[in-house]
């Protein structure tokens, strides 16, 4: 059974940093791990995702230059640093597992989900 845990989540005030993790265990192989997040009365969006045997990394444009997607030696977790956080980050976070590919931003396209990690910034 696949299984992904996210931790760290939490309350920080804008302007501050807080580091998310995921580890994925009842499987041997995904071709990407990435993050999506939700906030009340909107949709799922992608956040930002790694491939996993090349390293390559996605990130949306709401994020880029403050978040920064990392994977362990492992390969089985993936980290979320949130740097520089606004009160618009403020959502609950997935952690998703990829195994076929296709456009990494599209919700359709993951195959595994955790439970998700509220992320609360205030201003």
């Known amino acids: 059974q696949v299984q992904l845990v996210e931790s760290g989540g939490g309350s920080v005030e804008a302007g501050g940093s807080l580091r998310l993790s995921c580890e994925a265990s009842?499987?041997?192989?995904?071709?990407?791990m990435g993050w999506f997040r939700q906030a009340p009365g909107k949709e799922r969006e992608g956040v930002a995702a790694?491939?996993?045997?090349?390293?390559?990394?996605y990130y949306a444009d709401s994020v880029r230059g403050r978040f920064t997607i990392s994977q362990g030696n492992a390969k089985t977790t993936v980290y979320l640093q949130m740097n520089s956080v606004k009160p618009e980050d403020t959502a609950v976070y997935y952690c998703?597992?990829?195994?076929?590919?296709?456009?990494?931003?599209?919700?359709?396209?993951?195959?595994?989900w955790g439970q998700g990690t509220q992320v609360t910034v205030s201003s």
């Open positions: 998703a597992a990829n195994r076929y590919g296709g456009v990494w931003s599209e919700v359709r396209a993951w195959n595994y």
């Open positions: 009842g499987y041997t192989r995904s071709k990407w």
């Open positions: 790694m491939d996993v045997n090349y390293g390559g990394t």
